[in-house]
């Protein structure tokens, strides 16, 4: 009996530990990769910072401001699905986003607001 109920431990823990942590909810961006509040970016993509310029044809843009706004009019008041992946350099989570089944990641690279990020 000792015997069984430690390989149910056993098993219970490697479940647990193989998990993918997810977390569900409404976001408050505060860029164009990341949630306010548990701050979590967006696996695989960067862009720029909120006070970012960009130069367009020679004029300067706010261009991380705008990153930040496609990201907010693109979630809205709709709930969004994190997916853990990771853990960055300043302790924030870094996940797969989704928003009823659509990955915002790939979205906002395909948009032109971010761009892939490989460590």
Sequence with gaps: MRRLIFLLAMLFV???HDAVAEIVGRASIIEGDTIRGERIGL??????QSSQLCDLDGQ???CGQQA????ADKIGEKAVRCSEKDVDRYRRTIAGWFVGGEDINRRMIF???GLAYRK
């Excluded at 930040?68 to 990201?71: D, F, Q, V």
């Design 14 to 16: 490697i479940s647990a």
């Design 60 to 62: 300067p843009i706010c």
């Design 68 to 71: 930040a706004l496609a990201l």
């Design 43 to 48: 696996h695989g993509i960067d862009t720029p």
């Design 111 to 113: 948009q032109g607001w």
